[in-house]
């Protein structure tokens, strides 16, 4: 059964930025769609963005269009999110999910059903 751990999360000042690794274990990405969430304090869950192995189809949020960046790595078990110009408002626990889909495009309202523990991302000066 496919699980994924989370990692790269950190303090980063306003403006800055920081690359999220998500890595599956028991299984690779292939065939699967992959996304990235966050929460924060007093805050019901978001999704951030999501991306389809198969096609690298991506699909943004409208507050993070434009600075954070979806992709596959080299290997079929790595998917980063890299996160540039930075706010505050981005503070949260990112958490990456996993699905298996043979759709050629991804939502955030997907099934997700493998999720990792979090890594928290601190923006602050």
């Known amino acids: 059964q496919l699980q994924v751990v989370e990692s790269g999360g950190d303090l980063v000042q306003p403006g800055g930025s920081l690359r999220l690794s998500c890595t599956a274990s028991?299984?690779?990405?292939?065939?699967?769609?992959i996304g990235w969430f966050r929460q924060a304090p007093g805050k019901e869950r978001e999704g951030v963005s999501c991306?389809?192995?198969?096609?690298?189809?991506?699909t943004y949020v409208n507050s993070v269009q434009g600075r954070f960046t979806i992709s596959r790595g080299s290997a079929e078990n790595t998917v980063y999110l890299q996160m540039n110009n930075l706010k505050p408002e981005d503070t949260a626990v990112y958490y990456c999910?996993?699905?298996?889909?043979?759709?050629?495009?991804?939502?955030?309202?997907?099934?997700?059903?493998?999720w990792g523990q979090g890594t928290q991302v601190t923006v602050a000066s």
């Open positions: 999910a996993a699905f298996r889909s043979t759709s050629s495009y991804c939502k955030m309202n997907d099934p997700f059903t493998a």
């Open positions: 991306i389809t192995w198969s096609t690298d189809s991506t």
């Open positions: 028991g299984g690779t990405f292939a065939l699967h769609a």
